[in-house]
């Protein structure tokens, strides 16, 4: 387990975990609430599936011609977009595991589930992560 864990806010902005991330070499981040909770996390995926590509508005189709041109729609989303946070792009079912469980079972949760790390509360207070490195690391170690 990692206890030094780099997290996020439910308010940081998207670009800003998108910089946290790229600097510490990390492929995901826990989400934390104002009670310090674990509510979430901020993968590469989830900034690449859901922040690269947002949903244009609704347009009004009369005749079978756009009333509004594509351009102009896209103009004005963007402008009136708020920047993204945390919580608009994390996952919210979160696999958490408590520091006494068993690293075979953290191991095979990752693998059934696809998923490549998992936080380790107590309570619901982050106090470390396990990641697939570290469970390589506990391979090579003989644990």
């Known amino acids: 387990m990692t206890k030094d864990v780099l997290a996020v806010r439910i308010d940081t902005p998207v670009t800003e975990i998108a910089r946290l991330m790229a600097e510490n070499k990390v492929s995901g981040v826990p989400v934390l609430d ?32 756009w009333v509004v041109p594509e351009e102009a729609v896209e103009k004005v989303y963007r402008s009136a977009r708020p920047t993204a946070v945390a919580e608009d792009v994390m996952t919210r079912d979160v696999v958490t595991f408590a520091e006494d469980d068993d690293i075979r079972t953290i191991a095979e949760t990752m693998v059934k589930k696809g998923i490549n790390r998992v936080p380790i509360v107590r309570g619901c207070k982050l106090v470390g992560i396990v990641s697939r490195a570290d469970i390589l690391r506990a391979i090579a170690e003989g644990k």
């Open 34 to 65: 104002d009670a310090d909770c674990v509510v979430g996390m901020v993968t590469e995926n989830d900034l690449l599936l859901k922040h690269a590509h947002p949903k244009s508005p609704p347009r009004l189709a009369l005749f079978g011609l």
